[in-house]
């Protein structure tokens, strides 16, 4: 958990993209719902927003479909429910203690696919 490193904040856009109230156009295939989902790098991004990709510049992104997710209060709340636990796991009061309390360990083998063209 990134607080126990003592970050102040976090990006999220992955984690939120997909919510009701995210941006993105919402498409429907299949009989499934998806919205699409890009960062201001992306070549979608810059030709949207500035006319296309300077020939200086590289995009930096890409642009993927996630599936629907509706209302984000529920991903809120089980953010909400992860920083409750890790604050029980470690001993930590307040979110200021969970720096000094908290041990980090080397993890290999972990694949999140979320954002993969094979998923």
């Known amino acids: 958990m990134v607080a126990g490193a003592g970050a ?3 990006m ?7 919510h ?3 941006g993105g156009e919402l498409i429907e295939r299949d009989g499934k719902k998806y919205k699409l989902f890009y960062g201001m790098s992306s070549e979608m991004a810059m030709k949207k927003y500035a006319g296309g990709v300077a020939e200086y ?3 930096e992104g890409k642009t993927v479909e996630v599936p629907f997710k509706g209302d984000v209060e529920h991903t809120i709340r089980d953010i909400l ?3 409750r636990s890790t604050c029980t796991y470690v001993g930590a ?3 200021k203690e969970l720096s ?3 041990t980090f360990i080397w993890v290999t083998q972990q ?4 954002f993969s063209d094979e998923s």
């Open 100 to 102: 000094r309390r908290t």
């Open 20 to 22: 009701s109230e995210s």
């Open 12 to 18: 999220l856009g992955g984690m939120l993209a997909g």
């Open 111 to 114: 694949v999140n696919p979320i």
């Open 93 to 95: 009061a307040k979110l």
């Open 57 to 59: 510049r590289a995009s």
């Open 81 to 83: 429910g992860g920083i």
């Open 8 to 10: 102040d904040f976090v």
